[in-house]
């Protein structure tokens, strides 16, 4: 069925680094825009980069700027964020989500997350 | 970037009660808001989109409404399975932002 699937996450100390991937299952990956928000426990979700169906074009909200890498691989159907320069606050639940298309930037398929601890 | 509020930030309600949770923007965003619903351990599921339409699947007992900076989420009728919380996301801006949440609570 349609469905993204994320994996990667684990525990990793203050500075490290962390890469997690998505595959994408039962629609044309490379039709979508895609995303990857994350989560901390008990709070709202936050998105922190994009990425256009081609990857020529990416965003990074400033609170990852500059230390995470988003891309994808449509051959493979697989997104990825590279997480380098890792922080506690960085600790959530990441999810990879897909947009819904055209020029509505909302969210209308999310993998069931994969959770990121960072801690010494 | 564009903030979002929610209220309430927590809801007890009963089964089919009518209950409406309010989302604030920061700033005129038009009517490009959405809402979604997250059960524990779960991703969040679009709900709505647009302000007010509907994501196929969701009940009709859903509905949103608002533009500019004030939008509501509307349950006509609460059913066991819509206990869960509750986040508006708006899209006018590529900051995307969430709100903190409405967790909806069985009285």
């Known amino acids: 069925q349609v469905q993204l699937v994320e994996s990667g996450g684990g525990l990793v100390k203050p500075g490290g680094s962390l890469r997690l991937s998505c595959e994408a299952s039962?629609?044309?990956?490379?039709?979508?825009?895609m995303s990857w928000i994350r989560q901390a426990p008990g709070k709202g979700p936050e998105y922190i980069s994009f990425?256009?169906?081609?990857?020529?074009?990416?965003k990074y909200s400033a609170s990852v700027k500059g230390r995470f890498t988003i891309s994808r691989d449509n051959a493979k159907k697989s997104l990825y964020l590279q997480m380098d320069s890792l922080r506690p606050e960085d600790t959530a639940f990441y999810y990879c989500a897909r947009f819904y298309g055209g020029n509505s930037w909302f969210f209308d398929l999310w993998g069931r997350g994969t959770l990121v601890t960072v801690s010494s | 970037d564009i903030q979002m509020t929610q209220s309430p930030s927590t809801l007890s309600a009963s089964v089919g009660d009518r209950v409406t949770i309010t989302c604030r923007a920061s700033?005129?965003?038009?009517?490009?808001l959405a809402w979604y619903q997250q059960k524990p351990g779960k991703a969040p599921k679009l709900l709505m989109y647009?302000?007010?339409k509907l994501e196929s699947g969701v009940p009709s007992r859903f509905s949103g409404s608002g533009s500019g900076t004030e939008f509501t989420l509307t349950i006509s009728s609460l059913q066991p399975d819509d206990f869960a919380t509750y986040y508006c996301?708006?899209?006018?801006?590529?900051?995307?932002?969430f709100g903190q949440g409405t967790k909806l609570e069985i009285k």
């Open positions: 647009e302000a007010s």
């Open positions: 039962a629609f044309t990956f490379s039709d979508f825009y």
């Open positions: 996301q708006q899209y006018d801006s590529y900051s995307y932002t």
């Open positions: 700033r005129d965003i038009i009517r490009w």
């Open positions: 990425i256009s169906n081609s990857g020529d074009t990416t």
